[in-house]
């Protein structure tokens, strides 16, 4: 404000200057001395004008904010930019494959080892003794019978009885087979139910055949008083074994066949 009073005032005197400087050059204005010294060249000093205050010009400052002294000044923080950090380039090392030698290796030293020549004696060999079929035996009929029968327990008094054309299907209750051998061993008592009937088929015969037709024929109850416990019918090679007595008795000579025959 104060700034502006000054400038007014300073406009004031520089227009009040200007006005009184046009009426001293009046040309009506008439010199009372006529004569005009021609040779007097001094200049009339005109006024100065007044130096303008650039100050004075110069368009009023916005009032400054009082500054608080208390309060610290604000300080902005200084934006700091990441720097860029550029992955430094890493060459691979050379590696040069490591020189190896190859390592000096001496023959080992081998000496030879004393071989003494083994005394071989040649194996005793005896003649293979061919084995003989399960059945197959030169033994008469009546031997094994008497074999088979050693050492039964409560057996009767028995007689043998060899077989023929007339009496063989009364024994074995099947017919008469052209070229087979044929033995019984009966109780002597007809009251006691005991017969034991011993076959040799001839070669090529089908045993199984023959015994399961005396197992399927075979009459227990053949002394029509009496019967026999157990009826059984083993096959042993080309031998058929009919045994029908007691089952302790039948069982006991069963046996007997299967484990010598």
């Known amino acids: 404000?104060?700034?502006?009073?000054?400038?007014?005032?300073?406009?004031?005197?520089?227009?009040?200057?200007?006005?009184?400087?046009?009426?001293?050059?009046?040309?009506?204005?008439?010199?009372?001395d006529e004569t005009v010294d021609t040779e007097d060249t001094t200049p009339i000093d005109e006024p100065d004008e007044p130096a303008v205050d650039a100050d004075a010009t110069a368009e009023p400052d916005e009032p400054e904010a009082p500054v608080d002294e208390d309060k610290p000044a604000e300080q902005k923080p200084a934006e700091q930019k990441p720097a860029e950090q550029k992955p430094?380039?890493?060459?691979?090392?050379?590696?040069?494959?490591?020189?190896q030698k190859p390592a000096e290796q001496k023959p080992a030293e081998q000496k030879p080892t004393e071989q003494k020549p083994t005394e071989q004696k040649p194996a005793e060999q005896k003649p293979a003794t061919p084995e003989t079929p399960a059945g197959a035996t030169d033994a008469s009929l009546s031997?094994?019978?008497a074999d088979i029968l050693d050492g039964v327990s409560d057996l009767p008094m028995v007689g043998d009885i060899e077989l023929t054309a007339e009496n063989f299907s009364y024994y074995t209750f099947i017919d008469a087979i052209d070229g087979a051998e044929a033995m019984a061993s009966e109780a002597?008592?007809?009251?006691?139910?005991?017969s034991v009937v011993l076959v040799r088929l001839p070669a090529g015969s089908d045993a199984e055949t023959v015994a399961?037709?005396?197992?399927?024929?075979?009459?227990?109850?053949?002394?029509i008083c009496v019967e026999a416990e157990?009826?059984?019918?083993?096959?042993?090679?080309n031998l058929v074994l009919l045994?029908?007595?007691?089952?302790?008795?039948?069982?006991?000579?069963t046996a007997n066949f299967e484990a010598n025959y």
Request: aromatic fraction near 2%; glycine fraction near 4%.
């Open 243 to 253: 045994v029908m007595s007691s089952t302790a008795t039948a069982d006991a000579i």
């Open 143 to 145: 031997d094994i019978i």
């Open 212 to 223: 399961k037709d005396i197992k399927d024929n075979a009459n227990p109850r053949k002394w």
């Open 88 to 99: 430094a380039e890493q060459k691979p090392a050379e590696q040069k494959p490591a020189e």
């Open 188 to 194: 002597m008592i007809g009251s006691i139910a005991h």
């Open 230 to 237: 157990q009826v059984t019918v083993t096959v042993r090679g």
């Open 1 to 32: 404000m104060k700034k502006l009073i000054a400038l007014i005032l300073v406009l004031t005197m520089v227009f009040t200057l200007a006005a009184c400087g046009k009426t001293d050059t009046n040309p009506d204005t008439t010199p009372t």
